[in-house]
């Protein structure tokens, strides 16, 4: 039996291995058939879980940064102006919310978070980085609120709450044209500095030296190993291989009792005048130091630092008033007659006129069939130039313009700072305008007429100038000749107080023109003073030399009249009172406060910002006289002149 079976088993053998095969076969087609359907279909609610498995085949040891604390940010005296609290932040990783819960979960917390669920879903979907990288959607987060999402992680799957640091801004609006704010980093910057170990949800400087101190505030980000799995999901941290090193600390050269104390009398004359937008700067003109600086109307950091509603951010960004901007150094206007300094020093250096010499100020001055008219329609008879300035005669500047020609009017310009940027340590600041022919053939096809040759000496015309230029020209004036690049950062602070950048006065130019064309010229401006073209400014027991300049724009009124700026730009001397005995000598370059404010469309009775500017100084001195003079800010037509 064994013999006649063996064949049989032998020949079945062939057929078992094909069954089986064609078996295996159609199973495994089955199965690829099965796994294509699903991807096709979309992955079910369980797929999270799932997907597990094949991260389990590519896990991998990878090193990422680690944030490092960001530094602080003082006034001159080593007052804390911005520090770091601990907050909540409520993130979302959109890879572990599933499409089918993603609805549910977004509305939930909508409601939570008091934010509306498109602007939730707009954040995540607009989140740069990978799917399994945390989205931020809400910062400074009620403790309460954030328990409450934590503890619902059944119902709130993907969402993420962590405890971050949010920057705060103690004094709010007062420094927030000055310190700027922190936010998410965007796209655009992400991808620049990225190579820097910038993160996805990392915030940022975005405006005032928060932006341009950006690397040094941040510090320096740290190093760990992760492991992650092969979707790129870290699964755990192995070790920090380099500790991250806290941000250095700024102390500006910002005196917060200089600041509110210009806030304080900006704001006085803007509610009195009506007028809605305004700047005043303060500086040191020995060292180009910033002591102050206060843009109208302004916004509070604290409003992006803790996230801003769209709402509240389009209400900024539709202001007429521009309360972004920092109007110090981003408002560019027509300098009116404080622009005469730079065409009577000008004149001076290039020798077209003599310290005594004396020059006809006349109702007009014609040019062909168009008069060009004296501020008050009379002029003033013969002048010399510390008269001319006194009186703020345009015909006599126009006759000054004449005698220098375009050219040399820009040079001098030039030299006194305008036509350029400063260079201040602020993002955004405006270059302002100095016409020339070149300048005006490039722009408008055709060189500058002689008209507008005589409005340029006037500060007229094309001539476009910041506040912060303005006062760091009469701080040169102030002190000799010497043009310094304004700063706002005294010195940068490592975490343990050693200095690690100290402060150092950058000088932009020694202005080319002879010392006694500065002594001739602050001479000058005290006489704005004592001629009482300025009203009672003289009264002031301190010694204070300036000037008045008033710049008309836009469109005339009914009544042919063109809205105007103010302006006074001025300066004291170092030994500038004492209780009894006023005392200083403005022929001395030792000038140790120069400051200008810019009132726009100011429209009123008299010099608005020449109010503004008596004002501060007597908050600044402590006088207890007080000789404002707010009937000089009534609104009307009647002042066209003030120069």
Do not use: C
Not at 18 to 43: D, H, K, N, P, Y
Not at 92 to 102: E, G, I, M, Y
């Amino acid at each position: 039996m064994s013999v006649l079976q063996t064949p049989v088993t032998h020949e079945r053998r062939p057929v078992r291995f094909v069954v089986f095969a064609i078996v295996t076969v159609l199973a495994l087609s089955g199965l690829t058939t099965r796994l294509v359907a699903m991807q096709l279909a979309g992955a079910p609610a369980r797929e999270p879980a799932a997907a597990l498995a094949p991260a389990l085949v590519g896990r991998q040891i990878v090193t990422e940064p680690v944030p490092s604390t960001r530094g602080l940010i003082y006034d001159r005296a080593k007052r804390l102006l911005v520090e770091n609290v601990p907050t909540f932040t409520v993130s979302v990783r959109p890879a572990d919310l599933p499409l089918s819960q993603r609805p549910d979960v977004i509305g939930r917390l909508s409601g939570l978070l008091d934010i509306a669920a498109t602007t939730i879903t707009e954040t995540i979907d607009g989140a740069i980085g990978s799917r399994f990288d945390p989205v931020a959607i809400a910062h400074d987060v009620p403790e309460q609120t954030a328990r409450l999402i934590s503890e619902d992680s059944l119902t709130l799957p993907g969402v993420e709450v962590t405890v971050d640091a949010r920057r705060d801004y103690l004094d709010g609006p007062l420094f927030t044209q000055l310190i700027g704010w922190t936010g998410s980093i965007d796209a655009t910057a992400y991808a620049s500095l990225k190579s820097q170990g910038y993160l996805p949800d990392d915030r940022i400087g975005k405006a005032g030296v928060e932006s341009v101190y950006e690397s040094a505030l941040r510090g320096m980000y740290g190093v760990r190993e992760v492991e992650k799995d092969g979707t790129g999901r870290t699964l755990r941290v192995l070790s920090t291989t380099t500790t991250p090193q806290a941000g250095d600390s700024l102390i500006l050269t910002i005196d917060s009792r200089e600041q509110k104390l210009a806030q304080q009398a900006l704001d006085w004359g803007l509610k009195l005048s009506g007028a809605k937008r305004g700047a005043i700067v303060v500086e040191n003109p020995q060292t180009g130091e910033i002591l102050a600086m206060v843009s109208a109307p302004t916004y509070d950091a604290n409003l992006f630092s803790r996230g801003i509603s769209t709402a509240d951010f389009q209400k900024l960004l539709l202001d007429k008033n521009l309360p972004l901007m920092n109007h110090a150094i981003g408002d560019i206007q027509p300098p009116g007659s404080t622009y005469k300094l730079v065409t009577g020093s000008g004149v001076l250096a290039d020798k077209k006129l003599g310290v005594t010499e004396t020059v006809l100020s006349k109702p007009y001055v014609q040019l062909g069939s168009t008069l060009f008219w004296e501020w008050n329609h009379a002029g003033w008879g013969p002048l010399d130039i510390k008269d001319g300035f006194a009186h703020s005669s345009d015909t006599f500047f126009y006759q000054m313009a004449q005698r220098l020609g375009i050219a040399r009017l820009a040079y001098w310009a030039r030299q006194y700072g305008f036509g350029q940027t400063t260079g201040i340590d602020l993002p955004a600041e405006a270059g302002g305008l100095v016409p020339t022919d070149q300048w005006k053939l490039e722009t408008l096809g055709q060189t500058i007429f002689p008209g507008e040759v005589l409005q340029a000496g006037i500060g007229q015309g094309y001539d476009l100038a910041t506040p912060l230029q303005l006062v760091n020209a009469y701080a040169a004036l102030a002190n000799g000749g010497t043009l310094y690049q304004p700063q706002v950062v005294r010195e940068i602070v490592s975490p343990d107080g050693t200095v690690v950048r100290p402060f150092t006065p950058k000088v932009i130019r020694k202005i080319a023109a002879p010392s006694w064309v500065f002594t001739t010229m602050r001479e000058a401006a005290r006489r704005v003073i004592t001629s009482r073209h300025t009203y009672n400014f003289v009264d002031l027991p301190i010694v204070v030399a300036g000037k008045t300049g008033t710049a008309e724009f836009g469109l005339r009124d009914k009544n042919g009249v063109l809205p105007y700026h103010n302006w006074f730009a001025g300066f004291t001397p170092k030994n500038v009172w004492t209780k009894d005995n006023p005392t200083g000598d403005v022929s001395k370059p030792d000038s140790q406060l120069a400051f200008a404010v810019f009132i726009y469309d100011a429209g009123t009775l008299g010099n608005t910002a020449t109010e503004v500017a008596k004002y501060y100084l007597q908050l600044h001195y402590g006088i207890k006289q007080d000789l404002r003079l707010p009937q000089l800010l009534e609104r009307t037509n009647f002042y066209q002149g003030g120069r």
